[in-house]
């Protein structure tokens, strides 16, 4: 028994989702005097994960920045980060494993005193696990064995991708500010593809800017969104065109630097993204391996073993939209909505049936308003959502990597306390196809054979006779008549001799 060639083929599965909680107290120093908090942008910095036998260790720091009102009215933030390490406990976990994080999602909400400002974080993590197996098969050592071979199709890992890269977005808003207060951006990647050396990513880019107005009203602010698409080069050595990558981003806001030119008419936006770009790239391979073998010295027994390979299906993308109604309290006395922050979108769960991919999940946000005293509030929302996207997947699925990024989102008060809120956003993903395979995994070879007791018989074939006219006519399978017969044509000319063993 040997393995085939030291090929070894990946199985990909997702892992269950990671809840992460954790809590950062920020010191205030006496200089520092916060009258209310604004918003709270938070986002993954980096993650090390640590894969165990049937768990992983999930290390990792989320950033966190606070843009507050002072007591002076002016706006201001504070930015720290905390660190978490967690478990996620699989069965499937082995410690040669790779694994990756396939979406990531965190929203904070604080209490604050005159000395500490603690603020609350909730997150999850959705991983996928990819396991490069050895494939246990037999290879033909001995010349008295007649073999069946065939082609066996499989998905291979060859590289991780781990990289950060950078890049810049100039933008126009059409009026003058007097400060920018806050940036949230989000990256969706929309496609990997393959070259000698490198990947290209294509995708998009969602900002949420809120900022003050040059205006006399202390607490005059505005949220605009925009979006913008992305190109950028990944440098991969082991890649080539015939590869497929399954790659995540990130924009790391503390790496970021948004730099707002102001002028007399207009205010320029340069963006300086810092993009973290995570993954894998696999390659289809072909392996010759034998289904079936029959031996003219001994009695065999033939040992089998089934095995779990997949094969990684083509990205897809959904722009989706939903409409939803929120009811607000009499007592929040909302005098003017500003919009919403902080917006991020989960994947819950998701079906496959009828070519169909059901995804269930939630859009959270932070819905900024005036109260009637002109004060500037928030209210956490959380609306949840069940899309179709079409997709042919007649097989089992065994991964699905999903990731979903809100791009706009447009409020309005439709009547008395009843808020209207249309959100776009976008979903993006790619499936693992699974298939189970059986393979002869090793012979266990008996007694000699007495060959007085051979039996076997010699046909000469017929003009223009088939391989299914043989098979009839002698009684055999087909397997059997191309195992002892390697030069077997689909139709005889007249003249052959076909050889089979009973």
Request: aromatic residues 8%; glycine residues 4%; proline residues 2%.
């Amino acid at each position: 028994m040997e393995e085939n060639n030291g090929i070894k083929v990946a199985h990909v599965i997702n892992l269950p989702t990671l809840n992460i909680k954790s809590q950062l107290n920020m010191n205030i120093d006496s200089n520092t005097h916060i009258k209310q908090v604004l918003n709270i942008e938070t986002c993954l910095i980096d993650s090390q994960i640590e894969p165990l036998f049937n768990k992983a260790i999930v290390k990792g720091s989320v950033g966190i920045k606070v843009v507050y009102i002072d007591t002076d009215n002016m706006y201001n933030s504070l930015s720290d980060s905390v660190n978490f390490s967690e478990t996620i406990n699989s069965e499937n976990i082995t410690a040669d494993c790779e694994i990756s994080v396939n979406n990531s999602q965190f929203i904070a909400e604080f209490d604050n005193d005159d000395k500490m400002l603690r603020v609350n974080i909730e997150g999850s993590l959705d991983c996928l696990c990819s396991l490069n197996a050895g494939l246990n098969t037999f290879n033909q050592s001995n010349d008295n064995l007649i073999t069946k071979k065939s082609v066996l199709q499989a998905c291979t890992c060859i590289q991780k991708i781990s990289k950060t890269t950078n890049y810049d977005f100039d933008f126009r808003l059409g009026s003058k500010i007097s400060k920018m207060l806050s940036c949230d951006s989000k990256v969706i990647v929309d496609d990997a593809k393959c070259y000698d050396g490198y990947i290209l990513l294509n995708g998009q880019i969602f900002n949420t800017i809120m900022y003050e107005t040059d205006n006399d009203d202390n607490h005059s602010i505005k949220i605009c969104t925009n979006s913008t698409p992305f190109k950028c080069e990944v440098e991969a050595s082991s890649c080539d065109n015939e590869c497929v990558a399954d790659i995540s981003a990130y924009i790391n806001l503390n790496s970021t630097q948004i730099t707002p030119d102001i002028s007399d008419n207009d205010t320029h936006f340069n963006f300086e993204y810092c993009i973290v770009v995570s993954g894998y790239v696999y390659k289809t391979i072909n392996m010759d391996v034998i289904d079936d073998l029959y031996s003219l010295d001994n009695e065999v027994e033939i040992i089998r073993n089934n095995y779990d390979v997949c094969k990684k299906m083509p990205c897809f993308k959904s722009n989706e939209n939903i409409d939803a109604e929120i009811t607000l309290a009499d007592e929040l006395n909302v005098d003017e909505i500003l919009g919403m922050i902080n917006t991020s979108a989960s994947v819950t769960q998701y079906s496959v049936r009828d070519n169909l991919i059901v995804v269930e999940g939630v859009i959270s946000g932070n819905l900024l308003y005036f109260d009637e005293n002109r004060e500037i509030k928030h209210l956490p929302t959380q609306i949840p959502y069940s899309v179709n996207i079409k997709q042919e997947l007649n097989d089992e699925i065994c991964a699905l990597h999903l990731s979903a990024v809100p791009s706009s989102c447009k409020c309005k008060i439709k009547r008395g306390n009843t808020l209207m809120v249309d959100y776009e956003f976008c979903i993006t993903g790619s499936a693992y196809i699974k298939n189970k395979i059986e393979l002869i995994d090793n012979v266990k070879y008996g007694k000699a054979i007495n060959y007085g007791d051979i039996a076997f018989q010699i046909y000469i074939a017929h003009s223009n006779e088939s391989c299914w006219d043989l098979c009839k006519r002698l009684h055999i399978t087909q397997d059997k008549l191309i195992m002892f017969n390697k030069e077997n044509p689909a139709t005889y000319s007249g003249g052959e001799k076909v050889i089979v063993y009973r």
